[in-house]
């Protein structure tokens, strides 16, 4: 039996349910944050409900209540207690409520959601390196939901589905050009020792992962640029890395159909980071 919240009751995941006309279910309105649980503690918890907040403070799903950070943590740490899940993966995710219609209704009741499953990290692929592939799709940069983390996830989908399946993951481009992030997580190239990162400027999900990532790299007197790039900068860098919460850093050893092999540095700029960043779990719980 797992567990889970919904709407502040604690129930098990088998009896929950969305009513039909909820607007998430019906639009993908909805936003929701991906969590990883670390020796039964929350890692970053505060930066994700920060996140969720930003998108609720928005106005982009309506006129929604932000969520408590001391609320959602105590909830966690009781599924994490019922569910004896000490290493996990927890979702949070948050709907417009339901309505009759597109149009929104005056007042807004959220349906909140939160659920755990355990986990397995990828620690073949983080000492091996993952293979890439060019997404076909061209994201237009104006979007004004490509810079949250929504439940209309389709576009992402779509783009997972239709790239090789040696791949691991998809780089999105933008129709001008530069290189965006991945369908489910944030790029760094790291050329001349310097790392790059597309900046938020161009409407990416701001990665709780990526913005630890990139004060980890400045602590460490890393030279760290958030700067627009092509492809054929990609092409010419000497480490490629890609991060989430779940996967952490995962290094590039290949882009299909381009370059081939990325490993000559041995993957020391992201296993250095990948280092740093996983002594930081227990010290920064919050």
Same mark, same amino acid.
């Given at each position: 039996?797992?567990?889970?919240?919904?709407?502040?009751?604690?129930?098990?995941?088998?009896?929950?349910?969305?009513?039909?006309?909820?607007?998430?279910?019906?639009?993908?309105? @909805?936003?929701?944050?991906?969590?990883?649980?670390?020796? =039964?503690? %929350?890692?970053?918890?505060?930066?994700?409900?920060?996140? &969720?907040? !930003?998108?609720?403070?928005?106005?982009?799903?309506?006129?929604?209540?932000?969520?408590?950070?001391?609320?959602?943590?105590?909830?966690?740490?009781?599924? +994490?207690?019922?569910?004896?899940?000490?290493?996990?993966?927890?979702?949070?995710?948050?709907?417009? =409520?339901?309505?009759?219609?597109?149009?929104?209704?005056?007042? #807004?009741?959220?349906?909140?959601? &939160?659920?755990? #499953? %355990?986990?397995? %990290?990828?620690?073949?692929?983080? #000492?091996?390196? +993952?293979? *890439?592939?060019?997404?076909?799709?061209?994201?237009?940069?104006? @979007?004004?939901?490509? $810079?949250?983390?929504?439940?209309?996830?389709?576009?992402?989908?779509?783009?997972?589905?239709?790239?090789?399946?040696?791949?691991?993951?998809?780089? +999105?481009? @933008?129709?001008?050009?530069?290189?965006?992030?991945? !369908?489910?997580?944030?790029?760094?190239?790291?050329?001349?020792?310097?790392?790059?990162?597309?900046?938020?400027?161009?409407?990416?999900?701001?990665? +709780?992962?990526? $913005?630890?990532?990139?004060?980890? $790299?400045?602590?460490?007197?890393?030279?760290?640029?958030?700067?627009?790039?092509?492809?054929?900068? *990609?092409?010419?860098?000497?480490?490629?890395?890609?991060?989430?919460?779940? &996967?952490?850093? *995962?290094?590039?050893?290949?882009?299909? =159909?381009?370059?081939?092999?990325?490993?000559?540095?041995?993957?020391?700029?992201?296993?250095?980071?990948?280092?740093?960043?996983?002594?930081?779990?227990?010290?920064?719980?919050?």
């Amino acid at each position: 039996m797992a567990f889970m919240f919904f709407n502040n009751e604690l129930i098990d995941e088998s009896s929950a349910y969305i009513p039909i006309n909820d607007r998430g279910f019906m639009y993908g309105e @909805s936003v929701f944050t991906t969590i990883r649980c670390y020796n =039964g503690q %929350p890692f970053l918890l505060n930066k994700h409900c920060d996140r &969720i907040n !930003a998108t609720i403070n928005s106005g982009i799903l309506g006129n929604l209540d932000a969520i408590n950070y001391e609320k959602i943590k105590s909830q966690i740490t009781t599924l +994490i207690e019922n569910n004896q899940y000490k290493d996990g993966i927890c979702k949070i995710r948050i709907t417009g =409520g339901t309505s009759d219609g597109p149009i929104r209704p005056k007042q #807004q009741h959220p349906n909140i959601l &939160i659920t755990l #499953q %355990p986990y397995t %990290p990828p620690q073949r692929l983080q #000492q091996n390196g +993952i293979i *890439l592939d060019i997404a076909n799709h061209r994201r237009n940069k104006k @979007s004004k939901t490509t $810079s949250h983390k929504l439940g209309n996830f389709l576009e992402n989908i779509i783009v997972r589905n239709e790239i090789n399946t040696k791949a691991y993951e998809a780089i +999105i481009i @933008s129709l001008t050009g530069e290189i965006l992030e991945c !369908a489910c997580s944030n790029i760094f190239a790291v050329k001349n020792e310097v790392i790059f990162t597309p900046p938020l400027s161009e409407n990416i999900l701001p990665g +709780i992962t990526r $913005s630890k990532i990139i004060n980890i $790299s400045k602590e460490q007197n890393m030279q760290v640029r958030e700067q627009s790039f092509n492809l054929e900068f *990609l092409l010419t860098a000497d480490e490629i890395f890609i991060t989430n919460c779940a &996967i952490e850093i *995962l290094p590039v050893l290949q882009i299909l =159909g381009y370059k081939s092999d990325f490993s000559s540095t041995s993957f020391s700029t992201a296993n250095r980071l990948l280092k740093s960043y996983q002594s930081n779990i227990g010290v920064n719980q919050k």
